[in-house]
Structure formats: C-alpha cells, structure tokens
C-alpha cells in the first residue's frame, strides 16, 4: 500500500492551495482518509478527515477554510485550503486507516511521504 501526495508549494498570505493523495496497492477496505501537517518544532496534527460514508472532520483553525473531498472510484483525496495564512505554513502528510484484509480485526495505519506547503506573508 502506497500513498502520493501532490500539490504543495510557496504561496502567499490569503491564497489557495489544493493537495491530492492518491493511495495503491493492495487491500480490502478504506476506511478512512485523512491529511495531517507538522509545523518545525511542533508535533503532527491532524488537519481534516473523510470516513467512508463521507462524514468530515476539520480542525478548528483551518474550518471554513478548508474542504476535504475524496474520489472513491479513484481512491484519491482532496485538501481544498483557502485564505492561506503563514500559520499553515507546515509538512502535510496524507493518512489512509485501512483494514488491509477481509478478516483483519484492526485497521491499518498507512502515511504519504509528505508535501511542504509555505505560506509568505
């Protein structure tokens, strides 16, 4: 199981910014997916989260900035963040918690190998 994450970059104070991770390999079920970020000297967090049945979870400083989106068909998902600030400047990373196989009684835990967005004010 693989995740690539695409779209970071250098932008500026109140732009836009769209990432995708598209996920491979091998696995019964996605459960969930999800981006996190780590920010220098600080420990990761989570960003926003997608469940199967497309039920959404947001961090309070990127809510109503941020719009987390997936394409099941393609097994990719979306981080759509508006109005950047230089506080969201951070290495973001896409998660996927996935029951790898049809019998296991856990799921799995499986981590992109992160994107750095910069936000200049």
């Known amino acids: 199981v693989q995740l690539q994450a695409f779209g970071g970059g250098l932008v500026q104070a109140g732009d836009s910014l769209r990432l995708s991770c598209a996920l491979s390999?091998?696995?019964?079920?996605?459960?969930?997916m999800g981006w996190y970020r780590q920010a220098p000297g600080k420990q990761r967090e989570l960003v926003a989260d997608?469940?199967?049945?497309?039920?959404?979870n947001y961090a309070e400083s990127v809510k109503g900035r941020s719009t987390i989106s997936r394409d099941y068909a393609k097994n990719t998902v979306y981080l759509q963040m508006n109005s950047l600030k230089p506080e969201d400047t951070a290495v973001y990373y896409c998660?996927?918690?996935?029951?790898?196989?049809?019998?296991?009684?856990?799921?799995?835990?499986?981590w992109g190998q992160g994107t750095q967005v910069t936000v200049s004010s």
């Open positions: 998660n996927a918690r996935i029951l790898r196989y049809y019998y296991s009684s856990y799921d799995n835990d499986y």
């Open positions: 997608i469940t199967n049945s497309g039920r959404t």
């Open positions: 390999g091998s696995f019964f079920r996605i459960n969930a």
